[in-house]
């Protein structure tokens, strides 16, 4: 270990001098030279749901010796604040740089836009091998981070929507153990202080009053065994002559109470917003910053480091107003948009579009976060809002109940026009945006109801809908006109077969946001389900004129096709969401199409796609081999086959077409398979067997063999 260090000091031994360069203001990209060989290795690691009070030098209750080395060797910002207080966004703000009205993922389960660059892809285009491993469905390839990443490993397992930090690591340290040799650049994302918090034992116990920080103790064990493999590997590496750098960041944290928010999403209090972030490695000054800073910057921090173009990088680049959203509420639940501005101590929190009086009334919280880091005095009735934090509020683009935005309409003039005049790129296209309803609450005034919507939603999400309803129900009694809990109401009722009480709840949300992408979604999704596909069809397809990557609504609409005997548009259907991402569920059923087309090449790469996702997973090898004996390639047929398992359903079939390849094939052992196959028929393979030609006793072959 020490050794190891010693040598990827050895390593780089020109960037104590560039250091120097850095400190007296020459641009750093100057730092990294010219050819890649020289290039440093790269590390970043996400904490998904961590606090930055929960983790390194500020936290109590817990111990986190791999946070603290890197954060003791490394710059620490004290005051780091995430663009959104959801897992999507947040990420596509680390990995583009830009806030989410540009990158246009306001929320999870949305799909990044084909425009703005990945920092992957930089780095892939400087000569970095690339790679990913993530741990939360949120960041599944198919919502679109995967791009630029050579291997972009988001395997939970059959249905799962999580991945432990220990699986994620191994995955990772196999990665490394076997990675070309060329400047490395590692993105690995660590899930476990999310909720459900389980930690695995020994934390559990230890951390049996806060299973919260058992979780971040053993993702921290974890995080310790990441960066040893990494910084070892590089230093062995001769392609990492130029050292190694690592980012650590947190994506948002979590509410714990605080508020009257016990997770994340909802509001923009410091327990959410403020995330630990650490830089780390070589040529990079250890300390502390304080001032107020957003992970956005990571993207030009890395891209320097890579010798790429990234004028505001973290270690330069100068102060910020720093300035973040959380839209949920609004996307969600009808209520208030609202975003943040931090500069210096002060911060200030809009709710609405309309921030009230000379940009400083109703509408503004401000609050002292150094002296006041709990945000419990509100000073905006008695300080005058500071410039900077007006500004950066009143050009922070939120939609106003007056001018609701259509579903794909993309940012209008004077929304870009605010964004330039903060110094941002011109905005990429927004996720769909529902009416603002006029008499929409503040999110502030509603934490009332965040814990019937955070448990409906978790009952929603596991299928328990009985459960859910009572609790929707109640949501809609306090906030009649909540599209959330109208539209899961809908679909709870539809799923338990009560089709009037579905229709109800789909008119009852027409009639608030009739034009909402989701509502012609799920009530195709309704129609489809009550045997109706003929109506379900127009409302799938105006979707996806809309959102042609949002999978569900492809997944629907080839189902209606099935039904109607179109199997060619639905197989073409499944062949789209299969680009998106390869599930293996969907290159099955996909497989499934081709070979009922007779399109056997098609159904072959399908089915092996599947298989190669999968694993020892994989059930359809008997389709594998009745493909390769029709395409004549019996080597890999007999493989197929004899991958079958002797419980399969269909086995007697196997045993069938097994035999005609051993005949095929000439093998010795032919005539006890056909004798297998005739002793293990059922009603379906016996008639088959009794006329197979190729089974009938020929003298002069018997004579040959
Ligand atoms: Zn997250």
Redesign the pocket.
């Known amino acids: 270990m020490s050794g190891a260090r010693a040598a990827a000091r050895l390593a780089g031994l020109a960037l104590p001098l560039a250091a120097a360069l850095a400190g007296c203001g020459a641009p750093e990209r100057a730092q990294a030279p010219d050819g890649p060989a020289d290039r440093p290795a790269i590390l970043l690691v ?1 904490l ?2 961590t606090r930055a009070d929960a983790i390194g030098p500020e936290a109590e209750g817990v111990d986190t010796p791999a946070f603290d080395a890197l954060a003791a060797r490394g710059r620490r910002f004290a005051r780091a604040y995430t663009t959104a ?4 966004p ?2 596509a703000s680390i990995l583009t740089g830009l806030l989410p009205p540009e990158h246009g993922v306001h929320e ?1 389960a949305r799909r990044l836009p084909a425009g703005p660059a990945l920092l992957a892809e930089r780095l892939a285009e400087l000569g970095y091998a690339t790679a990913a491993f993530v741990s ?1 469905f ?1 960041l599944d390839r198919q919502f679109g981070l995967a791009r630029g990443f050579a291997v972009y490993d988001d395997e939970m397992g059959p249905g799962g929507t999580e991945r432990r930090a220990d699986a994620t690591t191994d995955r990772a340290l196999a990665w490394l153990a076997a990675a070309p040799d060329r400047p490395l650049f590692l993105w690995v994302h660590y ?1 476990d202080p ?1 909720e459900p918090y389980d930690p695995p034992e020994p934390y559990a116990a230890r951390h049996a009053a806060s299973p919260y920080l058992g979780e971040v103790a053993f993702m921290d064990a974890q995080l310790g065994r990441l960066v040893a493999a990494f910084e070892e590997r590089a230093a062995a590496d001769g392609g990492s002559g130029g050292g190694v750098r690592i980012a650590l960041a ?3 944290g979590e509410g714990l109470g605080e508020h009257g928010e016990a997770f ?1 999403g909802n509001l923009l209090y410091q327990g959410v917003m403020r995330v630990p972030l650490v830089l780390a490695g070589d040529g990079v000054e250890p300390g502390v910053a304080e001032a107020p800073v957003s992970v956005r910057r990571l993207h030009d921090t890395l891209l320097a480091w890579a010798g790429g173009d990234g004028p505001r990088t973290l270690l330069r680049g100068g102060a910020e107003t720093v300035v973040g959203e959380a839209m949920r509420p609004y996307l969600q639940y009808g209520w208030q948009p609202q975003a943040m501005a931090v500069r210096g101590r002060l911060k200030a929190i809009r709710s609405g579009a309309d921030a009230g009086e000379a940009g400083g009334g109703r509408g503004v919280e401000l609050y002292d976060v150094v002296a006041d880091p709990g945000e419990t005095e509100d000073l905006s009735g008695r300080i005058d809002l500071p410039d900077p934090l007006r500004r950066a509020l009143d050009a922070y683009p939120l939609p106003a109940p007056a001018a609701p935005l259509a579903a794909d309409e993309p940012l209008d003039d004077e929304a870009r026009r605010k964004l330039a005049s903060l110094g941002y790129a011109a905005a990429a296209a927004p996720a769909a945006r529902p009416v603002l309803r006029p008499d929409a609450p503040s999110p502030r005034e509603m934490t009332h109801l965040f814990d019937d919507l955070d448990r409906g939603s978790g009952l929603f999400v596991r299928g328990e809908y009985v459960a859910a309803i009572p609790v929707f129900e109640r949501v809609l009694a306090a906030d009649p006109g909540n599209p959330a809990a109208l539209l899961r109401l809908a679909v709870a009722h539809s799923t338990l077969g009560h089709d009037a009480r579905a229709e109800s709840y789909f008119a009852r949300l027409a009639e608030i946001d009739p034009d909402s992408p989701d509502l012609r979604h799920y009530r195709a999704m309704h129609l489809l389900r009550a045997g109706r596909p003929g109506e379900a069809a127009p409302l799938f397809e105006s979707v996806l004129a809309e959102t042609p990557a949002r999978l569900p609504a492809l997944d629907g609409l080839a189902r209606v096709r099935e039904s109607q005997g179109r199997l060619a548009d639905a197989a073409d259907l499944l062949a789209r969401a299969a680009v998106l991402d390869d599930d293996p569920a969907t290159l099955v059923r996909l497989g499934a199409l081709r070979m009922a087309l007779g399109d056997t090449p098609a159904a072959l790469a399908a089915f092996e796609r599947a298989r190669a996702r999968q694993g020892p997973a994989f059930r359809h090898h008997l389709e594998l081999g009745v493909l390769y004996l029709a395409a004549r390639r019996l080597d890999a047929a007999r493989d197929a086959l004899d991958r079958v398992d002797p419980s399969h359903p269909a086995y007697p079939m196997a045993l069938f077409k097994r035999a005609q390849v051993a005949v095929l094939l000439g093998e010795p052992d032919r005539e006890m398979r056909i004798e297998a196959a005739r002793d293990g028929a059922d009603a379906v393979t016996r008639p088959l067997i009794e006329s197979e030609r190729l089974f009938r006793k020929r003298p002069t072959e018997k004579s040959s063999g």
């Open positions: 996400t998904d749901t207080p959801e897992t999507l947040a990420h999870n939360g949120p899930y999310h947190g994506d948002h994340h």
